[in-house]
């Protein structure tokens, strides 16, 4: 009767660590160079596909769609994924418990999977952090997002242009995040660790649900498994933070009895806190040649003349109301808001710039500007298909916004809030 009573009291911490277990996995081997392509991938489209089945099978949905990668976090896809990853889970609690003859091997396990747990959250917050310290996940607001107005901004583009404007406080997360993931990777400063990482990662989730940021699901897991790190410690935090009454939070001590185990111990380790954010941070350096590109032509470019050769008759609404020119992309915009992208892949000498609309194109189109006089009025000259564009033009750069130049000011006589 005792063994029956524990395995009932103890299933819920059994499917508890498996679902963290499925719910990480494939980590840490997608952190491996190449295994993307070889291991990780695989495991991630069966994963999507058994949440996709879920979804039919028990829900009765239909044409659901996968998208292998599209940057949201939060898909039907991803939703149907926790169930189907909870409902494996019980399964294989079900099967586990009817095993099990010790009480010690849930102990066991569940205390090894808060060792993943930590390991997860702690290399997933310094990959966070270190992008904050260069351009990648909140860039400094583009000219695009400067034209844009309020009201015609998403709640995320809202935010995302908050975060981005400050390089002071997205290096304060920055530093945040990493210093708690680090922490989290020892046992000694395992429970600080948690504690910040509660923090951070309550004010991520907080931000995502406000600002409507399709990654919900995955930052309340990440503060989910936070207090799960910190929670075998919270009596002794109780009594020290409320109480204040003297404690002692001994940390786990591994003893070795074969020097296999402590040679394949110290090698995960060293792979775990020496390697891998060392790959992430490289990683990280290595992409902001993606999102840095000097391009001294940079700027929004006001069409004061428009004008198609032969085509003097063409509705206002077709001609262009702006030309944006930043990093490797030229964007125009017609007096009917119509966007049309392209993309830089030269920039020669004298203001010539060679500009394709899609990666297929043999042949770029070239884009010319001519000063015509002083820093502002420029003359673009290009030939898109069949159509000859002249335009004369007024040019603004970053610096001429309010919120750039505006800048930092310790002394304020009066509120400048506009």
């Known amino acids: 009767m005792k063994n029956i009573n524990f395995k009932i009291t103890q299933a819920p911490k059994l499917w ?81 418990i009817s095993l099990i003859k010790k009480k010690e091997t849930i102990y066991r396990f569940y205390a090894g999977i808060i060792i993943y747990a930590r ?37 995320m583009g809202l935010a995302w242009r908050f975060f981005g404007y400050s390089y002071i406080y997205k290096g304060f997360m920055g530093a945040s995040e990493v210093l708690a993931g680090f922490l989290l990777l020892f046992r000694r400063t395992a429970i600080l660790g948690s504690l910040i990482s509660i923090a951070v990662c309550t004010n991520i989730f907080l931000v995502n649900l406000s600002f409507d940021v399709p990654v919900k699901l995955f930052s309340g897991h990440l503060l989910l498994f936070s207090i799960l790190i910190a929670a075998p410690s919270i009596k002794y935090l109780i009594k020290f933070f409320l109480l204040h009454q003297r404690t002692l939070i001994r ?105 394709v609309e899609d990666n297929e194109q043999e042949d770029p189109f070239t884009l010319r500007i001519t000063p015509i006089d002083g820093e502002k009025t420029y003359r673009l000259e290009t030939k898109i298909g069949d159509n000859v564009y002249q335009l004369e033009t007024t040019r603004k750069i970053k610096e001429d916004y309010l919120l750039i130049k505006r800048g930092f000011n310790w002394v304020n006589e009066r509120p400048f809030n506009r």
């Not at 058994?50 to 939703?79: A, C, K, Q, R």
């Open 16 to 96: 508890l660590g498996l679902y963290i277990l499925i719910y990480c996995f494939p980590f840490p081997f997608n952190e491996i160079p190449y295994s993307y392509y070889y291991i990780t991938r695989h495991i991630d489209i069966a994963k999507k596909k058994l949440s996709i089945w879920v979804g039919e099978f028990f829900f009765g949905l239909e044409d659901i769609e996968f998208i292998e990668i599209n940057g949201s976090g939060d898909t039907l896809v991803d939703y149907l994924g926790v169930v189907a990853v909870g409902l494996i889970a019980l399964v294989l609690t079900l099967i586990t």
């Open 119 to 155: 390991y997860f959250v702690g290399l997933t917050l310094i990959s966070y952090g270190v992008i904050k310290f260069l351009e990648g996940q909140f860039p400094s607001p583009s000219l695009l997002a400067l034209e844009t107005t309020y009201g015609e901004s998403s709640p």
């Open 251 to 355: 940390p786990s001590v591994y003893r070795f009895d074969k020097k296999w185990k402590r040679v394949s111990y110290y090698s995960v380790k060293i792979f775990l806190v020496g390697l891998i954010p060392l790959g992430l941070i490289v990683g990280h350096v290595n992409s902001q040649s993606f999102y840095i590109y000097i391009n001294e032509w940079e700027g929004v470019y006001q069409v004061d003349s428009f004008e198609i050769e032969g085509k003097p008759d063409l509705a206002f609404t077709a001609k262009w109301n702006k030309v944006l020119i930043q990093g490797k992309t030229i964007i125009t915009i017609n007096n009917a808001k119509t966007r049309s992208y392209y993309t830089i892949e030269n920039i020669w000498n004298e203001g010539e710039i060679n500009f």
